[in-house]
């Protein structure tokens, strides 16, 4: 183990301990017993966050994934500056401003607090896809072609799987986001954790608060961590970037 490792891992060990007596001091002033008081509603608006997360980011991969394979394509290159531009504007707009913008168009509820957590998660898998498939070596696809391999085949044999580690990382990135920016949802009457958050925010009730927000930041830990995991699965070995491949 080098210096950097040793560093690297005394810094983890002290921040799980910090965490590890930030959740023993919470528990010990009965921060969290509103989610065993009302633990059914605690359960509606965690189902509600979860969904507005889901279906946002399944929308965002929906539009965003195909978007970049089309721009990466040699025939359609020249569109890619003016779709990234696009997407790059609409993350540069604040997140509440987005909210208030939907409301205009979508009135108030879960739909435009979907619509504006898409509108956040196209930017990130889009533009790691197309980082990703721009990265590809043109000598393994020249390889594929010379073994007789079609345009489709190049495609899922050769791009995708040399590019499932920036795309994923792009996911992960999105998916993370809109958990936290989900709670914002509250405003625009769209449900989820936020309603307990920002409950607490506002009559100064640390239960509340605490009830809303550690539940928000274990699922997009565990979130973040199922996508790494999958990240490392899919990945080809030869892909890996050095840290990866150090861990496995």
């Known amino acids: 183990m080098n210096k950097n490792q040793l560093i690297n891992r005394i810094v ?50 929906i539009v965003a994934l195909p978007l970049a394979v089309f721009v990466t394509r040699p025939k359609y290159r020249k569109f890619e500056w003016i779709t990234s531009n696009i997407a790059n504007l609409a993350q540069t707009v604040p997140s509440l401003a987005v909210l208030a913008l939907m409301i205009g168009i ?33 000598d393994m696809k020249d390889a594929g072609k010379g073994m007789g391999m079609t345009s489709s085949q190049i495609f899922w044999r050769i791009e995708v799987p040399n590019s499932s580690y920036a795309i994923i990382a792009g996911l992960r990135t999105a998916i993370v986001l809109n958990v936290g920016t989900a709670a914002l949802a509250y405003y ?29 930041t274990l699922m997009a830990i565990g979130i973040d961590s199922l996508l790494a995991w999958l990240g490392r699965a ?6 890996k970037p050095p840290a990866m491949q150090a861990v496995d």
């Open 12 to 61: 983890k060990i002290v921040l799980y301990a910090l965490v590890l007596l930030f959740f023993v001091w919470t528990a010990a002033n009965g921060y969290y017993n509103k989610i065993f008081t009302d633990s059914e509603t605690f359960f509606v608006l965690f189902g509600e966050h979860l969904l507005l997360v889901a279906v946002s980011s399944i929308l965002a991969v």
């Open 234 to 239: 899919v990945t080809p070995k030869g892909s």
């Open 106 to 138: 979508l009135g108030i509820g879960f739909t435009p607090a979907v619509f504006a957590l898409f509108i956040y998660s196209v930017l990130p898998i889009f533009r790691n896809a197309v980082a990703g498939f721009n990265s590809i070596d043109t």
């Open 188 to 216: 625009i009457g769209g449900g989820g954790l936020g309603v307990w958050i920002f409950t607490g925010i506002n009559l100064f009730d640390n239960s509340f608060l605490l009830s809303g927000a550690v539940p928000v």
